[in-house]
């Protein structure tokens, strides 16, 4: 089966020390069909530097001073053409099985237009690695409040309390059908942008999610994504405006959600095989 061109943008700005790990993740893959763009914003350290020492094919550069994190996605992607598509910080990381498993499962189903993992993963400064585990996604569970940080809640959002954790950025893959209807990134609501496209991408379509860890975010000093108390009003912001337009009231109590995975099936067949499960999923449990 033929594999899907992945077309993946690496905004970046100052992350010298992190660049040359998040490249090596990127282009250590034995996986032909992908287009990394990375775009700076203006690095006054050595990160161009490093970056211009990867000699690959799949890789370019372009250095655009002054452009914005969610500006600098949205051009990468105007700048390429393949049907998958996702962006990774500079200081983030993928797994060895990252673009091969995300290609097969948008090959394998027609019906896929964005996939995240369920087992987000977290770095720390010494690619330490911690993970979580997300029971389950459904578009009821996000007007819910349910895929809002559970750290830092500042901002009053109607509805449970609890959550069963954000969306990982850095694990989702999408169809360049579902960003173009979305309209791509919306930088007047950063620091949510990515928040408010997953809005965007739910009016659209489902989010299948897998149990394989796709992607690792970066946990810094100094990052940009390090005020939680900002994204999470930014993001409730964006929420109590979608549930307005939809008339949206968030389930009382403990209610059980549906949604769809796709699992591994026949795992020492020769070929990477997978299977749509549909499951219930409540809180922090699986049904």
């Known amino acids: 089966m033929s594999q899907p061109l992945i077309n993946l943008v ?29 775009i700076d914003g203006g690095s006054t350290d050595e990160t161009l530097e490093l970056a211009g020492r990867f000699s690959d094919s799949r890789l370019r550069i372009l250095v655009r001073p002054g452009l914005s994190h969610a500006a600098a996605v949205n051009l990468g992607l105007a700048e390429t053409r393949g049907d998958i598509c996702a962006w990774l910080g500079g200081d983030d990381l993928y797994f060895p099985w990252t673009l091969k498993a995300a290609c097969s499962i948008f090959a394998a189903f027609p019906e896929v237009a964005w996939l995240s993992t369920l087992r987000p993963a977290i770095a720390d400064p010494h690619d330490i690695l911690t993970g979580s585990v997300i029971p389950g996604f459904s578009c009821q569970a996000f007007l819910d409040g349910r895929y809002l940080p559970r750290e830092g809640r500042t901002v009053s959002v109607r509805g449970p309390i609890t959550s069963l954790r954000p969306i990982q950025q850095e694990s989702t893959f999408f169809r360049r059908s579902l960003w173009e209807a979305a309209g791509g990134l919306d930088a007047a609501q950063d620091p949510a942008a990515d928040f408010g496209l997953w809005a965007r ?57 549906r949604g769809k995975k796709v699992v591994r099936r026949e795992v020492l067949a020769e070929d990477v095989r997978w299977a749509i499960v549909e499951h219930e999923f409540a809180d922090d449990f699986a049904i």
């Open 10 to 38: 690496i905004p970046t700005l100052n992350v010298a020390p992190w660049i040359e790990r998040t490249l090596t993740s990127v282009l250590g893959q034995d996986h032909p069909a992908l287009d990394c763009l990375l």
């Open 201 to 257: 991408f739910y009016q659209q379509a489902e989010l299948y999610g897998t149990p394989v860890p796709l992607g690792a975010f970066r946990v810094r000093p100094g990052q940009r994504s390090a005020a939680v108390a900002d994204y999470q009003y930014a993001a409730g912001a964006i929420l109590e405006s979608i549930r307005a337009a939809a008339g949206w009231t968030p389930a009382p109590g403990e209610p059980v959600y």
